[in-house]
C-alpha cells in the first residue's frame, strides 16, 4: 500500500504545550501535505513540503521531511484547545490525481 | 467556509433506494474526487475527474456511480447500497496544470464539509 502511516494514533496534552505528530510513506514523493479535520467534518489543508525542502515554517507550525527516511513531522507549537481535531498527513502520486492519505493522529488539547 | 459545497448534509436511504450526493466549486478547479470516510480512519479515493473525464476509479462497486456535468458540478449516484456504505462522503477540488504530456497538480486538496450517509 502506498498509504503512509501516522504516530501516535492518538496524542493528549495540556494548552501551551507542543504536539509533535510523525508520518512515514512508502514511495517516492513531489510533495507532502498535511490536513486538519476537525470531528464530522471536511478536511483543511494545513501546509505543503516539497520534495526538495527540509523544513516549512507556517504560523505555529512547522514540518520537517527527510526524503532518505521517507518520513515527515507536523510540530504544533504553543497548542490551543481549539488545535483539538484529527491530522493527517497526504502523498500525491500519479501527477498529483491520486493523494493518499495516512491514518492520522487524534490530537486532544486540554485547556 | 469551505468553497466546496456538498448537499445534503445527512442522508438516510434504504437499500433499495436511489439517491444522489451533489457537490459544487467555483474556484476554477478542473479536478473533482469523491473520498469516503469511515469513522475514525483516514479518507479512501473513490473517483477522480480531470476536465469533466473520470481519470481514476479506485475499483469501486458499481452501485456507486459518478457523474461530472460540468466543470463545477460533480454528482454520486447511489443505488442498492449496502448498510456497510455508511460513512462519511468528501467531495474534494485541486488546481492542476496543462502539460503536453497531460494533466498534473500538486494534489492539493479542497475539501467540502461531507455529505454523513446512513443505509438501513
Known amino acids: ?111 | 467556509d469551505t468553497e466546496v459545497t456538498q448537499t445534503p448534509k445527512h442522508l438516510v436511504m434504504g437499500m433499495t433506494n436511489k439517491k444522489s450526493l451533489k457537490c459544487e466549486q467555483h474556484m476554477g478547479h478542473r479536478a473533482m474526487y469523491w473520498y469516503k470516510q469511515k469513522a475514525k480512519k483516514p479518507p479512501e479515493l473513490m473517483f477522480v475527474y480531470s476536465y469533466e473525464k473520470l481519470s481514476i476509479n479506485e475499483s469501486v462497486p458499481s452501485r456507486f456511480s459518478p457523474e461530472c456535468p460540468n466543470s463545477s458540478l460533480l454528482n454520486l449516484h447511489l443505488h442498492a447500497l449496502q448498510p456497510e456504505d455508511s460513512a462519511l462522503y468528501l467531495c474534494a477540488s485541486s488546481q492542476e496544470r496543462l502539460w503536453t504530456s497531460g494533466a498534473t497538480n500538486t494534489g492539493e486538496l479542497f475539501f467540502g464539509e461531507g455529505s454523513r450517509l446512513t443505509v438501513l
Open chain 1, 1 to 111: 500500500s502506498q498509504q503512509g502511516e501516522e504516530d501516535p494514533q492518538a496524542l493528549s496534552i495540556q494548552e501551551g504545550e507542543n504536539a509533535t505528530m510523525n508520518c512515514s510513506y512508502k514511495t517516492s514523493i513531489n510533495n507532502l501535505q498535511w490536513y486538519r479535520q476537525n470531528s464530522g467534518r471536511g478536511l483543511v489543508h494545513l501546509i505543503l513540503i516539497r520534495s526538495n525542502e527540509r523544513e516549512k515554517h507556517s504560523g505555529r507550525l512547522r514540518v520537517t521531511l527527510d526524503t532518505s527516511k521517507k518520513s515527515s513531522s507536523l510540530l504544533i507549537t504553543a497548542s490551543r484547545a481549539a488545535d483539538t481535531a484529527s491530522y493527517f498527513c497526504a502523498a500525491p502520486y500519479t501527477g498529483g490525481f491520486k493523494t493518499i492519505f495516512g491514518a492520522g493522529t487524534r490530537l486532544f488539547v486540554k485547556a
